[in-house]
């Protein structure tokens, strides 16, 4: 399965593929905590996924993968159903509850590095069932990893992927910034971090055709992770 590692070995991290071909990958992560689903069930927002971005996607028929959490899973099913019945989506995890498993990450809710395992095995157990592209890409909140957090991993054979392109989509009050964000630094091998939470990252989806034309421009095509990561 891509992205597997040897059980029992520190988790490896990834930031890109190799820097020669057109390949770079389109990652959107699907973040869902606690405040999150209280602020939905409230009424204050009205959706954490982005079905925009899916539309665009897959009208032209362009790659991406997922890092998703449990609890958005969970809120949004029938949205999952629907990534993984693409053939050109792959799956990845991206924890349960978006928490940090290191001091200082954001203003992300921390957990104990001691629970991390757990986490994000439980984490796969909820992606698994929907089938489709799955991975043992793992993506952590704010990318925020430390020494002790790589190494409780090590039971679950995954690789780290952080990504070199920060988009910078969460809030994002306009959307040529983010177009200029990618398109500065992407590089052939690359690996974009977006995210297709809508309400917390709203102008993604009208950055995404904009990225999408200066990527065919500079001659880079979207691939999945795993085919951008190959030999990295
Ligand atoms: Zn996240």
Redesign the pocket.
Known sequence: MPGATPIGTRAPVVNHGPRTGAKVALTF?A?MTDAMLASLRAGRVKSYANLRILDLLEREQVPATF?L?GKWVQRYPDVTRRIAGNPRFELAN?TYG?AAFTRDCYDLPSQPVSELRADVAKTFEVIEPYGGRQTRYF?F??LCHDAAALDALAPLGVTVVDGDVVSGDPFAKAWKPLVRAVLDHVRPGSVVIM?VTEANAAMTDEALPHILAGLRERGLTPAPLSEVLVGA
């Open positions: 992560d973040d890092f959490t991206h978006h993506r909140p704010g995210h």
